[in-house]
Nanobody, 124 residues
Framework: QVQLVESGGGLVQAGGSLRLSCAAS????????MGWFRQAPGKEREFVAA????????SYTDSVKGRFTISRDNAKNTVYLQMNSLQPADTAVYYC?????????????????WGQGAQVTVSS
C-alpha cells in the first residue's frame, strides 16, 4: 500500500517561508516523477510544481516561479517544496502526488497516489 505523508505546513506572515516535506512508503519514488498541487477554498486543485525521477528537471506554475523550489532525496524517498516570499494568494491545502511516469506532467489525472494535504495559511 502506497502512502504519502506531507508535513511542514502552518501559518506564516506574508514574505515568510515554509518548507513542505512529502515522505513516501510502499513505493520507490526514484522511479517516478513527483508533483505538488494546491487547492484553495472554492477553487479547483491546481498544479504548483513537478520534478522528474532524477531531480534534474523541474517545472513550476508561473505564479510561483522564482519563489518556490521543488527537490527530492531519492535515498530518503522524500520530496520537498521550499516556499519563499509567501503571499496571501498562496493560502491553500498543498498536496504531494506520485506520477504514473518518470517524466514531468502537469495533469492531475496522470498522478495516481496523493497525500492527505498540508494546510498553508499566509496572513497579510
Amino acid at each position: 500500500q502506497v502512502q504519502l505523508v506531507e508535513s511542514g505546513g502552518g501559518l506564516v506572515q506574508a514574505g515568510g517561508s515554509l518548507r513542505l516535506s512529502c515522505a513516501a512508503s510502499g513505493r520507490i519514488l526514484s522511479n517516478y516523477a513527483m508533483g505538488w498541487f494546491r487547492q484553495a477554498p472554492g477553487k479547483e486543485r491546481e498544479f504548483v510544481a513537478a520534478i522528474n525521477w532524477s531531480g534534474v528537471i523541474t517545472s513550476y506554475t508561473d505564479s510561483v516561479k522564482g519563489r518556490f523550489t521543488i527537490s527530492r532525496d531519492n535515498a530518503k524517498n522524500t520530496v520537498y517544496l521550499q516556499m519563499n516570499s509567501l503571499q496571501p494568494a498562496d493560502t491553500a491545502v498543498y498536496y504531494c502526488a506520485t506520477a504514473r511516469m518518470s517524466f514531468i506532467t502537469h495533469l492531475t489525472t496522470n498522478y495516481d497516489y496523493w497525500g492527505q494535504g498540508a494546510q498553508v495559511t499566509v496572513s497579510s
